[in-house]
């Protein structure tokens, strides 16, 4: 999971027109997006249904766990980790979490590392669901656009589907 989210980050960053220092560090900051669920008890994490609204109010605090372990680091690409971490589960409309961030108030690596993080739970099989086709995860996106998603990023990621499938293909199996 983490190596396709860099792998998808670092296109879309490119695809954006970032310069390769950009492109750099949110390939190496993307894999600790989820950092923050070391404090989540396996219980959630590993839940095979829809979770309580207990549950989901615990789950949702990861996001802010994350930003804790990693923003007082003096690397940079901790540094950027620490704002991943904090802002992937903003949405573009403003109905995410933790800060209920809106459009460009959410740091461009989240708004990036939402749509790769997004796209390849979709895709992936976990113990709640079975994995999505990966044309029915790129409509999920194009409907969300506005929405959960920035357009910018989202009209980016699917205009490098090959790209995006050749990613996919490349790291099947390899689960963490």
Not at 13 to 21: I, P, S, T
């Amino acid at each position: 999971h983490v190596a396709r989210v860099a792998h998808y980050s670092r296109l879309l960053a490119r695809a954006m027109g970032q310069n390769e220092r950009f492109q750099d560090i949110i390939f190496y900051a993307s894999p600790f997006h989820d950092i923050g669920k070391v404090g989540i008890p396996d219980a959630i994490l590993l839940k095979e249904g829809k979770l309580s609204e207990i549950e989901f109010v615990l789950m949702k605090q990861h996001a802010n766990m994350g930003h804790e372990i990693l923003k007082a680091s003096k690397s940079e690409y901790l540094k950027a980790g620490a704002v991943i971490a904090f802002s992937h589960h903003e949405k573009f409309n403003g109905l995410g979490y933790p800060s209920g961030l809106k459009g460009a108030m959410i740091p461009l690596m989240g708004r990036i590392v939402a749509v790769a993080d997004v796209f390849d739970a979709l895709t992936s099989a976990r113990p709640y669901k079975a994995p999505w086709s990966l044309e029915k995860a790129f409509a999920f996106l194009n409907e969300e656009s506005g929405g959960h998603f920035d357009p910018e990023v989202v009209k980016c990621f699917i205009a490098r589907q090959d790209e995006v499938k050749a990613i996919y293909e490349q790291f099947q199996g390899e689960e963490i």
